[in-house]
């Protein structure tokens, strides 16, 4: 059972330009939580969102960011005009949807803006 | 006031010794703790969760929560080479299907 999968692995993007990263959960996972790790800090809470629904934006900065987890493929975490502060490690984790199960992170999308 | 606190180091220690990684929390609506273990350029893994305040116990790492104080440890016995990562306190109101809250990591180094 191949497990939470994100790709880029690594993205470049030059200030002003989009990126897009992507999530496939675990296979039967319906729930995906994005987290951003900036350096030397621990993880931080972005979105939860459930197939065609987002369940939970409150870590989302509001404005340039949006998420999105279609009922087919990958969700989706897309940041426009990227700063360079937007530099970062971004985690990408899923969960059944049972509750009382934990959440399986996958390697992380690590950005770097020029 | 952060809602999780967690000592960042780094800490070293020697092959074998027993670690002591703590945090502390301010929410008292938390009441899932987690412990995990990231390698560097890999993505947290879970270790441990717990729920009630008191000691669990798997294998060489031991959790222990004391939520009067808003307290929570783990403990690695013989420690070795194989433990040094960063390892990440985490908190929320229901286990699954929910936000975590972390501490923002402590990293360890076992020396052989």
């Known amino acids: 059972n191949a497990g939470v999968m994100q790709n880029p692995r690594h993205l470049v993007r030059r200030r002003g330009q989009e990126a897009r990263l992507r999530c496939s959960p675990m296979k039967g996972h319906s729930h995906v939580y994005w987290y951003r790790q900036l350096p030397e800090e621990g993880l931080k809470f972005m979105v939860y969102l459930q197939k065609e629904n987002i369940i939970d934006e409150s870590g989302m900065p509001k404005e340039r960011f949006s998420a999105e987890f279609p009922k087919e493929g990958p969700s989706i975490l897309r940041i426009q005009q990227v700063v360079r502060g937007d530099s970062a490690a971004y985690f990408c984790?899923?969960?059944?949807?049972?509750?009382?199960?934990?959440?399986?992170f996958g390697p992380g999308t690590r950005l770097t803006v020029l | 006031q952060k809602e999780v606190e967690q000592d960042p180091g780094p800490l070293s220690v020697p092959e074998g010794a027993i670690v002591s990684l703590n945090c502390t929390y301010s929410?008292?609506?938390?009441?899932?703790f987690m412990w995990y273990r990231q390698y560097s350029r890999k993505g947290p893994e879970l270790l441990m969760y717990t729920y009630s305040s008191g000691n669990k116990e798997d294998g060489r790492f031991t959790a222990q929560v004391d939520k009067s104080s808003k307290y929570i440890s783990l403990f690695i016995r013989d420690s070795q080479p194989s433990d040094s990562a960063t390892y990440l306190c985490a908190k929320s109101t229901n286990f699954g299907n929910e936000k975590l809250t972390f501490g923002t990591g402590t990293r360890l180094t076992i020396i052989p």
């Open positions: 929410n008292s609506a938390f009441q899932y």
């Open positions: 984790a899923s969960s059944p949807e049972k509750r009382g199960d934990e959440q399986f």
